[in-house]
């Protein structure tokens, strides 16, 4: 890779899944980066590019189509640096189960995405429950810190936590198969779940908070080395994003490629497509905001 007529720098191309160490949990993760990054520089390299880190769907671990196109995705936490989760006695307090369940993630030649997510989600709500106690009930410092996240983050983050809550308690299922009001986006529905679902959108934007925190001081350790992220220019359908941008998508067709040397039928990804003439109105709106949650992570 080349920046500038003279300055030439070497670097690779690795997922954040794909580097886990001895210490994460049968995952790469945030922490991980730092580890890496120090070995690529000790190595004489100066770049890392990653693939998305976004959020993906709990039954289809690809980066390319995520959840979300703005939230960090929880499974990539280092639990190790979780304040509440060493508060609550971290590994070393883990139920009995817990602790098979995390010894056999970390074993395995490749990732369970299932199993990892679900032993993070367990010990994530723990963590939670210990913060919501001692940090969000008394108002503490740390509490503030939330706080302020929420609020620096609302214009991406308000849309999020309340789909991610609903998308839960609807059992994982799409957004299309919702209930009318909420899947229409009716104010006086989403004033009332928001309502009902406090506690779980609360848990959702905690999650945010940690993972930018971690994201954040990560950065701070990679010294040399650059960063570089990787921004699919689609969406999934069954996203908080196209559920909170419903009029920007179309929903007669899906995204893909024609034929070509690589397939004879071509490829359908799924994918909705965006609705250009309604973008081009809003001057683009949800690009630029997209393109915006991404300078924050990468530059």
């Known amino acids: 890779m080349t920046s500038g007529s003279n300055n030439r720098r070497a670097g690779i191309l690795v997922p954040l899944f794909s580097m886990p160490s001895a210490r994460s949990w049968g995952i790469g993760e945030i922490g991980d980066l730092e580890r890496m990054t120090a070995w690529l520089a000790d190595s004489g390299q100066c770049l890392l590019q990653l693939l998305p880190i976004t959020e993906t769907l709990p039954h289809d671990p690809s ?95 308000d849309d999020y936590a309340l789909f991610r809550a609903l998308h839960a308690r609807h059992e994982e299922r799409p957004w299309t198969e919702w209930p009318t009001p909420v899947r229409t986006r009716q104010p006086r529905a989403l004033e009332a779940e928001r309502l009902a679902l406090r506690n779980e959108i ?58 070509d040397a690589f397939s004879d039928i071509g490829q ?24 915006r949650r991404m300078a924050q992570l990468f530059t």
């Open 63 to 157: 980066p390319y189509g995520a959840l979300s196109g703005m939230a960090i995705d929880p499974q990539y936490i280092s639990l190790e640096r979780v304040e509440d989760f060493a508060a609550i006695g971290g590994e070393q307090r883990l139920e009995p189960h817990l602790r098979a369940a995390l010894d056999r993630v970390r074993s395995l030649p490749a990732i369970d995405y299932r199993a990892v997510r679900e032993l993070k989600q367990i010990s994530l709500r723990q963590s939670f429950e210990h913060f919501v106690t001692t940090e969000w009930a008394t108002d503490s410092k740390r509490a503030a810190s939330l706080k302020g996240f929420a609020t620096e983050h609302a214009w991406w983050l």
């Open 202 to 259: 609360l848990f959702r934007t905690y999650l945010q908070w940690i993972a930018g925190e971690q994201w954040q001081a990560a950065r701070k350790q990679m010294n040399s080395v650059s960063l570089f992220g990787d921004l699919p220019f689609m969406v999934n359908g069954d996203s908080a994003d196209v559920w909170s941008h419903q009029d920007e998508f179309g929903d007669a067709g899906s995204v893909g490629v024609p034929p």
């Open 268 to 291: 359908d990804w799924g994918l909705p497509p965006y609705l250009w003439d309604v973008l081009r109105e809003r001057d683009f709106d949800w690009l630029r905001s997209r393109a």
